[in-house]
């Protein structure tokens, strides 16, 4: 079956540590996005690419990273620039708009 | 990007209860999508209203798009306890990426 995987589910990290999030899909989508979910927020949209090779930043784009060198795959770095990591990531495919996101479970990063 | 608000932050109904939220925008929107989150899950999309004035059925759920493309609303008639979660609108004006609301969470007891 097609999807979207992200891991780790769970994820701890020291202060002042980078940590990359992996995020893969199969579903042979071009468009990509990571997004932050924190209690009360909503979604916010950190990094989207459009195509390989290519991505833009988001609204939250600060201390964050991406790369897209492969079609299937988008990791997230989290650097230790960001101030306030502790979160819920999630990733997101789409093969149009008009079609809705696909989402993966998502990874919850703690800072301890 | 552009903000789109939702209402109610929380809404607690009783099991048979009908449930209403609410998504609006001070400017026209291109499109409305709908997606709803279980609790400890991921967003899972269910609809996307593009047409002023649409009206659109899944089973119990009623979405309608505003005639002026501003507003939105999600309708569950009846809930059930496998309604709990929290729902989701979303606009992408830009046509690059989602901006979401807030949400509404919504709790339904037996």
């Known amino acids: 079956d097609g999807g979207i995987t992200q891991s780790p589910k769970y994820l701890f990290r020291k202060e002042g540590q980078n940590v990359t999030l992996s995020c893969e899909q199969n579903?042979?989508?071009?468009?990509m996005y990571w997004y932050r979910q924190d209690p009360g927020q909503g979604l916010r949209l950190i990094y989207y690419s459009q195509i390989v090779n290519d991505f833009q930043k988001g609204d939250i784009a600060e201390g964050y990273s991406v790369s897209r060198e492969k079609k299937e795959s988008f990791p997230l770095t989290v650097t230790s620039a960001q101030k306030n990591p502790t979160a819920f990531y999630l990733c997101?495919?789409?093969?149009?708009?008009?079609?809705?996101?696909?989402f993966g479970s998502g990874t919850r990063l703690t800072v301890v | 990007g552009q903000q789109v608000m939702q209402i109610p932050q929380y809404q607690h109904v009783q099991e048979g209860e009908d449930f209403t939220t609410y998504c609006n925008s001070s400017t026209t929107l291109s499109n409305i999508q709908w997606y709803k989150q279980r609790p400890g899950g991921h967003p899972v999309f269910l609809i996307q209203?593009?047409?002023?004035?649409e009206v659109k059925k899944q089973k119990r759920l009623t979405f309608q798009f505003g005639e002026a493309k501003k507003n939105s609303s999600l309708h569950i008639t009846a809930t059930q306890t496998t309604d709990v979660g929290t729902y989701f609108c979303s606009n992408s004006n830009s046509g690059y990426a989602l901006n979401f609301g807030k949400g509404t969470s919504l709790l339904v007891t037996p």
């Open positions: 997101a495919s789409t093969g149009g708009m008009t079609r809705g996101y696909t």
């Open positions: 579903l042979n989508h071009d468009a």
């Open positions: 209203l593009v047409k002023s004035g």
